[in-house]
């Protein structure tokens, strides 16, 4: 009852990244609020999936195991998570923002009558004063996320009603095991009694599932470049100087906008977010949509001929000057020392 819920996006058998990142959140914000973390994983064929979930620090996994769960489809799921919710009535329920999460939290949120905050890139317990009606509500979930195109950060509450939810991108949070031997209780329930036969309306004939064509999640050297690289052959410095440095290329919204880069390579609020050792910023200014999908690097660095630019008040180091200036003897710095 009133327990902190992480709903748990599967590949076949495997748990996905964003759904881990989420249960080691889950597991921060349940110990503020003493409370329990619990966990829904629905599919076919998930013996033994507790091995995956349990070391974050789950103390109940609900299974519900079925061949028409997989692969996703909407109304099973909704049914899953909405009957279920129904009996355990939790406080708050995350979500990865997935296609899947985009379909599946809305239709959840709909039918609960609940609050619903997409995109979030922080969660924190606080309390919410109601001046208007003379109350003040403890231990509620601030949701935050960039508003108005990221010109502002909102923190969002929903004082009334329940759970609370929040769905997030993978790479926001940090993923982190909290017990390898981490002993929670598997349930594993009757589909049948959650999912009414209706449901499966929907059947998937095929599928295909493309990998992506970078590592750019995985990478522990991003180079990004911004609307300053000029074009799509100004990129194309990057692309070499990612070769020599093993790295893989990333782009800000203003640069895929204008063409210069593939969409699949952008990084910020509105496309992936990373977190690698060094992050080479070429040309960007730093709006704060982007620092959004970056902030979280190792050590950053910027490149850019404008001294006042948002970007170098979040960079470790700032060498000021155009891309075409500094980029080529980087390059040449690199080839010649790499030998």
Do not use: W
């Amino acid at each position: 009852m009133n327990n902190v819920y992480v709903y748990l996006e599967i590949e076949g058998q495997t748990v996905a990244e964003v759904s881990l990142e989420l249960l080691t959140e889950g597991r921060k914000l349940a110990n503020q609020l003493g409370c329990q973390l619990e966990a829904v994983a629905a599919g076919s064929k998930l013996d033994g999936i507790e091995k995956q979930v349990m070391p974050y620090g789950v103390d109940k996994l609900h299974v519900f195991d079925a061949p028409g769960l997989f692969p996703y489809t909407s109304l099973p799921h909704t049914s899953v998570l909405v009957n279920l919710f129904k009996e355990e009535k939790p406080q708050i329920c995350l979500m990865g923002a997935t296609v899947i999460g985009r379909d599946l939290g809305p239709r959840v949120s709909s039918a609960l009558f609940s609050g619903l905050t997409a995109d979030c890139t922080s969660l924190e317990i606080g309390e919410y004063e109601d001046k208007k009606a003379g109350k003040v509500y403890e231990n509620l979930l601030y949701q935050i996320r960039p508003a108005f195109g990221g010109n502002i950060v909102a923190t969002i509450v929903n004082p009334d009603n329940r759970p609370q939810m929040a769905t997030v991108r993978e790479g926001v949070m940090k993923k982190e095991i909290l017990d390898p031997n981490y002993q929670g209780e598997v349930i594993k329930h009757d589909v049948v009694k959650y999912v009414p036969e209706t449901d499966y309306v929907v059947k998937v004939i095929d599928r295909h599932v493309e990998k992506a064509k970078h590592n750019l999640k995985g990478a522990p050297i991003v180079i990004a470049g911004g609307y300053g690289m000029g074009s799509k052959e100004g990129f194309d410095m990057l692309f070499d100087l990612a070769k020599e440095l093993h790295a893989e290329v990333g782009a800000s919204r203003a640069a895929v906008d204008a063409g210069f880069c593939d969409h699949d390579r952008q990084i910020g609020q509105t496309g992936v977010t990373v977190r690698p050792k060094l992050y080479i910023a070429c040309g960007i200014s730093g709006q704060i949509q982007h620092i959004a999908g970056m902030q979280e690097a190792g050590i950053i660095i910027s490149i850019n001929n404008d001294p006042n630019a948002p970007i170098n008040t979040i960079a470790d180091y700032v060498i000021n000057g155009t891309v075409e200036e500094v980029v080529p003897k980087l390059i040449k710095y690199y080839k010649q020392n790499s030998k």
